[in-house]
């Protein structure tokens, strides 16, 4: 499955952004989505999961309560809904399917 993430840019502290990950996979739908992140000089870690058929997601501790991840299976899109974001939410964020990974989308928080 072929994935491609969108939305990042530069916003300022206590702003919203919303994330996409398209796919092309005829597949895409049998397949758990997760939204990394990387922020310069860090690893890479874990922000949000949901499940193929959308029932079941989890968060990162720190995002929890801020941001919200969903999927359309139809369109065959995965969206991670960004709030009250802070300096240290920027990162390039990726989404990842089974062995497949985006090239990523920059997020900058900043004033």
């Known amino acids: 499955v072929q994935l491609v993430e969108s939305g990042g840019g530069l916003v300022q502290p206590g702003g919203s952004l919303r994330l996409s990950c398209a796919s092309s996979g005829a597949t895409f739908s049998s397949y758990g989505i997760t939204w990394y992140r990387q922020a310069p000089g860090k690893e890479r870690g874990f922000v949000a999961f949901?499940?193929?058929?959308?029932?079941?997601?989890a968060y990162a501790d720190s995002v929890k309560g801020r941001f919200t991840i969903s999927r359309d299976n139809a369109k065959k899109m995965v969206y991670l809904q960004m709030s009250d974001l802070r300096p240290e939410d920027t990162a390039v964020y990726y989404c990842n399917a089974g062995n497949s990974w985006g090239k990523g989308t920059l997020v900058t928080v900043s004033s």
């Open positions: 949901i499940s193929s058929g959308g029932g079941r997601t």
